[in-house]
């Protein structure tokens, strides 16, 4: 497998723990107006359903994501969509290749995706914490600008985004702990 290959997972998987809909948009009209070609399995993005469907998902979650405490109500409920999401996307970037390679890059993809998503959602619910709304949208709006870049460079730069992608499970690998930590620093401290 090349090195574009392991970008698209990786990046397919990572980007989806933040914005799954935005990913699945995005990389179908790249396919779709010609950018970017998708893996067979993959060019099913770009059908004008699909992008119709993600592209006014992903204005919702742009919208909601903005949201000071319901950004965090979405992200809970998104748990059980970013993750099986990331890892459907990764499998399928690879699955024409080899059916055990798809196992593996889904589990990869899957992954990436859960450390991406639990470390955007802790870092998000201790953010709104804070009462002015300033943060919340320089949060949302990081996310939303990194996601994209992250797929950008996937499929136009995939050295770049494979660097890129292991710095940030790295930096969510070093950063969760502490969040877990605030949150429960934060929620003993509002129960006494």
Not at 96 to 111: C, E, F, S, Y
Not at 121 to 133: D, H, Q, T, V
Request: aromatic letters at 10%; charged letters at 10%.
């Amino acid at each position: 497998m090349d090195a574009l290959s392991w970008a698209l997972v990786a990046g397919l998987g990572w980007t989806s723990g933040l914005r799954l809909y935005a990913t699945v948009f995005f990389i179908g009209l790249l396919h779709y107006s010609g950018q970017h070609q998708l893996p067979e399995s993959l060019a099913v993005l770009a059908h004008p359903w699909v992008l119709a469907v993600s592209g006014l998902l992903f204005v919702t979650e742009f919208l909601t994501d903005k949201l000071p405490g319901f950004d965090s109500v979405w992200d809970a409920l998104h748990t059980f969509i970013r993750i099986p999401g990331g890892a459907l996307l990764a499998a399928a970037a690879v699955v024409d290749a080899d059916p055990g390679l798809a196992v593996a890059a889904g589990l990869l993809g899957g992954t990436l995706a859960a450390g991406a998503h639990f470390t955007k959602a802790g870092g998000r619910a201790l953010i709104n914490l804070s009462p002015e709304p300033v943060s919340n949208w320089v949060a949302s709006l990081s996310e939303d600008v990194l996601s994209l870049g992250a797929l950008w460079a996937a499929v136009k730069f995939p050295l770049l985004a494979l660097i890129l992608v292991s710095l940030l499970a790295l930096a969510c690998l070093l950063l969760l702990p502490r969040l877990w930590r605030g949150i429960r620093c934060v929620l003993a401290w509002r129960r006494s």
